[in-house]
């Protein structure tokens, strides 16, 4: 085999070895094809014009043949394998049909696919046209214009001593062209082309028309998936239709109307497509990027569904899907019925498998304002959705509608949240009882409000407030819906934005008979009860006189009654006031009284035997003088010459306020005449052997027994005094209650961040501050006004800041991720426990012989014995509720009040008193701690903690402390 190995590229600019016309045959499978520019050939018997604008043959004619193995001698025809032709070729070479005038081609190529075939020359398309097989050696080539006009080429194989190749040869064109494999060859009209493959997904259709006149469609999609095309406008599936290409022919069949639709399909640059029907009207369309980008996670309730063309729409009640992970699960009735999984197809389409092994696939379409429908493939039906809230959704809170059969009688309330769900709470004696048409509702026994109602639909009530224990909301109106699920009741106030569950009141009482009045006349005293108070050495009793009943308990209550099916509605005389009694009578005689489902009573009917009289004797004016609690909380304070001031705003009925009374005490009797500014009233006082004093209001029959308040004033109110906060404290980021940030320097700026709070829109703020060290007050400033600000420290450290405009309050909590390095205190604060146990060092470890006066105060500890002396003398009082406070921080007026007071029990002269108005902290002393603070000062044991302040509520360092101590020892006699 004669010829040079020359090198030159491939289609793909890669260097190779090859003879420059010679393709070499590797295989039975390898071809070479002679492709030719033919264009407006007659017929295959005449000379066709070459069109071709670089290549003809008289250009071939003064060419030397290189190789003079090309002759007719040498070639032969073959059978060619006619999937082989369909690839890309690149043309090596060009000749006369008789192989004559050999010239090389460069940067040419022909490409095969199913049905066209393609020539370019220097990348630029000119030959577009369809071609078919004639026998198994020729090719027809088929002008689109006009499919008669064609012509053939003819497959040939050129035999080598060192391989082989094909040449096609066109004898009207009397040309032959030598060719060889270049499948890497990126074809430019095939980047065209549509494939049903590149067809599969869904593109919006945005635009159509006739060319250069299209209008924008709103909301038409189209999906293909399988051979099928589904058509949506608006959300709705709307055809469904068996689709295929023949070329580039989109044909559309709708089996369903024996309809068939033609459109040309092409491929537009930037990846879209275009069709054209035999109309002309153009469909322009966008890959649906975003279509239902919406992804699924999370609650959603299912409202309608309906055949996917929209047909036999129906409404659905209380059905939920909740999407999490790859968990689909769906609720009915607020009972879980399926617990699926998913996995996503593309970002429409979903998989998914049911518990019983079954899929479908669910295209998700969004609908916009958190609306969606779904779709299924399988059962081709189109489920309307939109998204709920967790507490809309909670399986809890849904179920069944309620019958007003089913609501009657009394149920206690297990719960009540705000529909938001930012707060919680489980109260204890809440209970709503339905009766013919009516709502009331008890607060521990207390009727707080009656309400109407009736039923608009199944789950929805209206009610009308008919009255109230205040008197307000009388008139006002709501709406309820209702549901039941397992016997549990939710019910969704939206007006008040709440959300109550209830059970039905099941208080079991033990077998009963049918309770008459009669049955119930006489006294009744209590053997045992669960209420507050009660134990057996107590004579309590309920006592029934027809439709009269009286309590007597620490207390005395009188009520009129009515009786109806074992249950009492009680109104208490003289108030608004009103209770609901459930009732239960054995055979054997005892008698069981519960009171609003918080209080049961178990009773025994007196015999009549008379009872010893409880001795007591009257009560002085100068046993009354001071301060005084009732048994609901309520205070009086008694002057000891006549006037006396009664406080209920921190009872349990604050609303009934405050009194000023003047008041004329017969000693004797301990009867009194009281007028205030509503009237008279008649008082009477009672005192028991063991010291007790008991008040009662004879024209309400109201008692109360009187405890004395701790005339002792307390080193403090509470534990957890609230101190002053300095800069050094605040410097850092903090973490509010809602999830809210705050960013203090220590220097007087603030960045106030709620975008990762509960209130994300509130945004972020820069404020500049100025913070007095000495009360915790800030004014700060920001771009939209001012605010004043309030800081406070309790004695665990914990920061509360007050926004005082808004009322806002939050807990503040240091960063996790806070950098800000720890302030480092100079000094370590002294307790409580420490400064007595020093004191107690101070006076000789004296002999202890007293009880633990404090619950907080325990055995066997280093500070015990100290703890019980200095209470015993008085040194200490605690807190208040019998807590001392043991590992608090002991502030500096602490500290002056007990070495004031360790000075009087060491019989030491405490006249000495300074005059502390120079300092400017001086007014926050406690009024308790001021005469302490002076004679401190005077005896130079405290000093002030600046040239201007005292800070009397500061904790008392360690150093302090032993200095106190110290200076107390040489100066103090």
């Known amino acids: 085999m004669r010829g040079e190995l020359k090198e030159t590229t491939d289609a793909k600019g890669n260097a190779v070895k090859r003879r420059p016309w010679v393709f070499v045959l590797t295989g039975v499978a390898a071809v070479a094809i002679a492709a030719g520019v033919i264009i407006g050939v007659a017929n295959n018997n005449k000379r066709a014009e070459n069109t071709d604008r670089d290549i003809n043959t008289e250009s071939l004619e003064n060419v030397e043949n290189t190789d003079p193995d090309i002759t007719p001698e040498n070639l032969s025809y073959i059978n060619v394998e006619r999937d082989v032709v369909k690839s890309s070729w690149a043309v090596t070479g060009i000749s006369k049909a008789d192989g004559s ?160 639709l033609y459109w040309e399909a092409s491929k537009e ?67 879980l019925t399926t617990d699926n999984t998913f996995y996503w197809l593309d970002d429409w389409t979903i998989h998914i498998t049911t518990q019983d092994g079954t899929t479908d696939e669910w295209v998700i379409i969004d609908r916009g304002s958190n609306r969606a429908i779904i779709t299924g493939k399988n059962r081709m039906l189109a489920y309307y959705v939109k998204r709920t809230s967790p507490i809309d959704f909670d399986p809890k809170i849904i179920g069944d509608p309620v019958s007003d059969e089913e609501l009657q009688g009394a149920w206690n309330v297990l719960s009540w949240k705000l529909l938001d769900g930012t707060q919680y709470t489980e109260p204890e004696g809440w209970q709503f009882v339905f009766e013919d048409g009516a709502i009331k509702y008890y607060i521990n026994g207390a009727l707080v409000n009656t309400n109407s109602y009736s039923f608009t639909d199944p789950t929805h009530m209206k009610l009308k407030t008919i009255s109230s224990y205040d008197g307000k909301g009388v008139g006002d109106t709501t709406t309820w819906e209702l549901k039941i699920n397992d016997g549990i009741i939710t019910i969704k106030d939206k007006n008040l934005g709440l959300i109550y569950r209830m059970s039905k009141d099941d208080t079991d009482l033990g077998e009963s008979v049918d309770i008459t009045s009669d049955m119930l006349q006489g006294t009744w005293k209590v053997v045992s009860s669960d209420a507050e108070g009660f134990n057996s ?237 000495t009360t915790g007050k800030a004014v700060a400033t920001y771009s939209g006004g001012t605010q004043n600000w309030t800081f406070t420290k309790s004695g665990d450290g914990t920061i509360t800041m007050k926004v005082v405009e808004t009322e806002y309050s939050t807990a503040l909590k240091k960063a996790d991720n806070d950098s800000t390095p720890p302030t480092t205190p100079t000094t370590t604060a002294t307790t409580r426990a420490t400064i007595v146990t020093m004191l107690y060092r101070l006076a000789g470890e004296p002999a202890v012989s007293g009880t633990y006066p404090f619950t907080d105060v325990e055995s066997g500890q280093s500070y015990t014995n100290a703890v019980i002396w200095a209470a015993e003398n008085g040194i200490v009082t605690g807190y208040g509720n019998n807590k001392f406070g043991t590992n608090a921080e002991v502030t500096r007026e602490q500290l002056a009040v007990i070495m004031y007071r360790y000075a009087k029990y060491k019989g030491y002269d405490v006249s000495n008193a300074a005059d502390l108005s120079g300092y400017t902290d001086a007014s926050s002393i406690s009024s308790w701690a001021l005469d302490a603070m002076k004679w401190a000062y005077a005896e130079e044991l405290i000093t002030g903690r600046t040239e201007t302040t005292l800070a009397p509520k500061g904790s008392a360092t360690s150093a302090e402390a032993e200095e106190i101590l110290n200076r107390f020892s040489e100066k103090v006699k």
Not at 304 to 320: F, H, P, R
Not at 690 to 699: A, L, P, Q, R, S
């Open 101 to 260: 005038g050999f010239a090389e081609a460069k940067d040419q190529y022909i490409v095969f696919d199913d049905a066209d075939v393609r020539y370019y020359e220097n990348g630029e398309l000119v030959l577009n046209c369809s071609y078919r097989f004639a026998d198994e050696y020729t090719i027809e080539l088929v002008n689109r214009a006009d499919v008669k006009d064609q012509r053939s080429w003819l497959l040939q194989e050129l035999k080598r001593d060192d391989g082989s190749e094909i040449t096609i040869t066109d004898s009207a064109a009397d040309l032959k062209y030598y060719i060889e494999l270049a499948p890497n060859f990126e074809d430019p009209e095939l980047a065209k082309r549509v494939t049903m493959d590149y067809l599969d997904g869904w593109w919006q259709m945005t635009e159509t028309g006739l060319s250069g006149s299209r209008e924008a469609l709103a909301d038409n999609w189209m999906y293909f998936a399988d051979g099928r095309m589904y058509y949506y406008e608006n959300g709705i599936q709307v055809t469904d239709n068996a689709v295929k290409l023949d070329k580039k022919t989109l044909v559309m069949t709708n089996e369903l109307l024996g309809v068939t």
């Open 269 to 335: 640059e930037n990846g879209d497509v275009l069709y054209r029907d035999s109309s002309g009207i153009e469909y322009y369309c966008t890959r649906g990027k975003g279509y239902s980008s919406l992804k699924p996670e999370g609650f959603w309730e299912m409202y309608a569904v309906s055949v996917v063309d929209g047909s036999n729409y129906s409404s659905l009640s209380s059905c939920y899907l909740v999407f999490s992970g790859d968990s689909c699960k769906y609720y009915v009735g607020g009972k």
């Open 537 to 773: 050495d107590k004579h309590w009793a309920f006592t029934f006189e027809g439709n009269n009943a009286t309590f007597k308990g620490d207390n005395t209550y009188r009520y009129t009654y009515t009786l109806k099916d074992n249950a009492i509605t009680a109104d208490l005389t003289g108030y608004d006031f009103q209770q609901a009694w459930k009732l239960a009578l054995t055979e054997e005689g005892r008698l069981t009284i519960a009171i609003g489902g918080n209080y049961t009573y178990i009773c025994e009917k007196d015999s009549g035997e008379e009872k010893p009289e409880e001795k007591t004797s009257a009560v002085t004016n100068a046993e009354l003088a001071g301060k005084w609690t009732g048994s609901i909380g309520e205070t009086y304070t008694f002057d000891g010459k006549g006037a006396c001031k009664v406080d209920f705003t921190a009872s349990q009925y604050p609303t009934l306020g405050t009194a000023d009374y003047t008041y004329t005490l017969d000693e004797t009797t301990g009867k009194a005449v009281a007028t205030y500014s509503g009237g008279t009233q008649n008082w009477t006082f009672t005192k028991s052997d063991d010291g007790k004093i008991t008040m009662k209001v004879v024209e309400t029959e109201y008692s109360t027994p009187l405890t004395k308040a701790e005339s002792d004033p307390k080193e403090t109110d509470d534990p957890k005094e609230t101190k002053v906060i300095t800069n050094a404290d605040l410097t850092g980021t903090w973490t509010g209650s809602i999830g809210e940030t705050y960013a203090f320097d220590g220097k007087g700026a603030c960045k106030v961040d709620f975008t990762a709070s509960q209130y994300p829109t509130l945004g972020t703020a820069d404020y500049t501050y100025t913070l007095d060290e």
